[in-house]
C-alpha cells in the first residue's frame, strides 16, 4: 500500500505535462475603436498568441457576416483585405472608407468554446451644402419693402451646425412687424434666413457657413437683389469756371436693377463721348454708381444746364446741373521807385556851449566883467529862443534890459540882478 501513492502520481504527469506544452491561444492587446474620415484608410490589428493549429477569422458583428478567414477573403468587397506578418499579427484593412462601414468588427478564435474581441468603427463624414432650395420667394430677389427667403440645408456626420453672415461683415438687419422692430446680428444661425421689409442696403452676397467639427467647414454664397425706381442726387447744382478750362460734372446714382444712364443738354441734345466730352462711370456697391461728365476747354455755348438721367425698368429719374462762366479779375502791378539812401557820413553840427562865468578877480576893469556878463547873456538866450519877439541879440551899446544898475562900485549888486533877470527870462520861455 505504501507504493501505491507514488505510482498513481506518475500515472497522471504525461497528461499534466501535455498540458503543459499546448498552451490555449491567448489576445495580447484588445481591438481599437476607430473614428475615421470618409474616404480615408483605416485597419484594425489582432495579435494572438499561441494560435497553434486554430484559425482567426474577420466577422461583422451588426451583419453577421464572415470578412475573411486568415489570409482568405470570404467578403466579395474590393475595399477589404487582410494581412498576416508571419507570426501573431493579422490585420484587416479598409480602403476609402464609406458611411456604411461604420459598425462593430470581431476578431474571432475557432476555439471551443469560441474567443473574440470586439472594435467599433465610427464614420465621420465632412459637412456639405445641398444645391436644391438654395432660396425661395424670388430666388433672392424681391422689390425693395418685400421679403426673401434663404434656404441652406448641409448634410454630414455628426449633423452640421450652420450660421449665417454677410461676406462684406456688414452687420445682418432683421426686421419685423412691418419694420418697426429689427435686431441687428453679427451672424444668425439656422439653416433658414428671413429677410423681411427688404431695403436697398441689404443688397449684397450672404454665406451659409456649416460645420460639424470634421474639417474642414463649408460654405455657400448666396446674392441677394432688391429691386427699387432710380434715385439720383446733385451735390454741386451750379457750377462756376472760366472760359478755356475743363470742368468735371457729376451725379449720384441709385438704381436696381442697374440703368441706362446718359447726358444730355437742357435743350435736348443728347452727348456722346468725343474730344470734347468724356463720360465715366465710377461703381461704389451694388446699387450706386457716380456719373462723371467732363467738358474741355470751356467756350461760351457751353455754359448752361447739363442733365444727368438714370432709367431701369422700374422708373426713370433726372438731375440737373448749370454751368456758370467765372470772370476773373485783371490784377496790375506796381513797381515802387527806388529809394536812394546817402551813405556818405556827415558831420554833426557844432552847437556852441555856454561859457562859464567866471568870478572877476580883483583889479580887472567894470567894463570887461559887464562884457564878460553880456555874452553869456546872449548865448543862453539863442540856446532857448522860441519866438523872434525874444531872438533880437542886444547891441554893443545899448544894454539888455534886464541889466537895472551899471555903475563900477555895484558889480556884485549888478551881478545878481543880471543872474535874476537871466533866470526869469528862461522861465517864460519854458
Known amino acids: 500500500m505504501p507504493i501505491a501513492g507514488p505510482l498513481l502520481l506518475c500515472a497522471f504527469l504525461p497528461v499534466a505535462l501535455g498540458q503543459l506544452a499546448e498552451p490555449e491561444p491567448e489576445f495580447l492587446a484588445p481591438l481599437e475603436n476607430q473614428t475615421v474620415t470618409q474616404g480615408r484608410d483605416m485597419y ?41 506578418n508571419g507570426h501573431n499579427t493579422w490585420k484587416l484593412h479598409v480602403s476609402n472608407v464609406q458611411k456604411n462601414d461604420s459598425g462593430t468588427y470581431m476578431c474571432q478564435i475557432n476555439t471551443d468554446p469560441m474567443r473574440s474581441q470586439m472594435g467599433t468603427l465610427e464614420v465621420v463624414i465632412r459637412p456639405d451644402i445641398l444645391n436644391e432650395n438654395e432660396s425661395s420667394e424670388g430666388g433672392g430677389v424681391a422689390i425693395e419693402g418685400g421679403t426673401v427667403r434663404l434656404k441652406c ?41 428671413v429677410l423681411g421689409n427688404i431695403q436697398r442696403s441689404d443688397m449684397g452676397a450672404y454665406l451659409c457657413i456649416a460645420s460639424n467639427g470634421v474639417p474642414p467647414s463649408v460654405s455657400k ?30 451725379c449720384y446714382v441709385e438704381a436696381s436693377p442697374r440703368a441706362m444712364n446718359h447726358w444730355t443738354r437742357d435743350t435736348g441734345e443728347k452727348l456722346i463721348p468725343n474730344e470734347k466730352y468724356s463720360m465715366e462711370e465710377t461703381i461704389l456697391n451694388e446699387y450706386s454708381l457716380l456719373m462723371n461728365l467732363t467738358i474741355r476747354s470751356m467756350v461760351k455755348k457751353d455754359f448752361g444746364g447739363y442733365v444727368c438721367t438714370s432709367s431701369n425698368a422700374l422708373g426713370k429719374a433726372e438731375g440737373v446741373v448749370r454751368l456758370q462762366e467765372m470772370h476773373m479779375a485783371k490784377t496790375t502791378t506796381t513797381t515802387p521807385a527806388p529809394r536812394i539812401v546817402d551813405l556818405k ?28 556878463l553880456e555874452s553869456t547873456k546872449i548865448a543862453t538866450l539863442e540856446t532857448r529862443t522860441l519866438s523872434p519877439s525874444l531872438s ?31 533866470t526869469l527870462l528862461l522861465l517864460i520861455n519854458y
Open 153 to 193: 440645408h448641409a448634410t454630414g456626420i455628426p449633423e452640421p451646425t450652420v450660421l449665417w453672415r454677410r461676406e462684406d461683415s456688414r452687420s445682418l438687419v432683421l426686421r419685423h412687424d412691418g419694420g418697426r422692430e429689427k435686431q441687428v446680428l453679427r451672424t444668425y444661425d439656422g439653416d433658414t434666413l
Open 221 to 250: 454664397r448666396f446674392t441677394v437683389r432688391v429691386h427699387f425706381h432710380p434715385l439720383i442726387r446733385v451735390s454741386n447744382q451750379l457750377v462756376a469756371a472760366p472760359a478755356a478750362s475743363d470742368v468735371l460734372v457729376q
Open 345 to 372: 557820413p556827415r558831420k554833426t553840427p557844432h552847437r556852441e556851449k555856454p561859457k562859464k562865468y567866471k568870478r572877476p578877480t580883483k583889479g580887472r576893469k567894470d567894463s570887461e566883467d559887464e562884457g564878460d
Open 44 to 84: 484594425f490589428t489582432c495579435v494572438v498568441n499561441h494560435l497553434s493549429s486554430f484559425k482567426v477569422a474577420w466577422i461583422k458583428s451588426d451583419t453577421k457576416a464572415i470578412l475573411a478567414i486568415h489570409t482568405h477573403m470570404v467578403a466579395q468587397n474590393q475595399r477589404l483585405s487582410v494581412t498576416h
Open 392 to 422: 533880437a541879440t542886444p547891441s554893443a551899446t545899448k544894454p539888455p534890459p534886464w541889466v537895472l544898475q551899471r555903475n563900477g562900485a555895484d558889480t556884485p549888486n549888478r551881478y545878481v540882478s543880471a543872474l535874476a533877470a537871466a
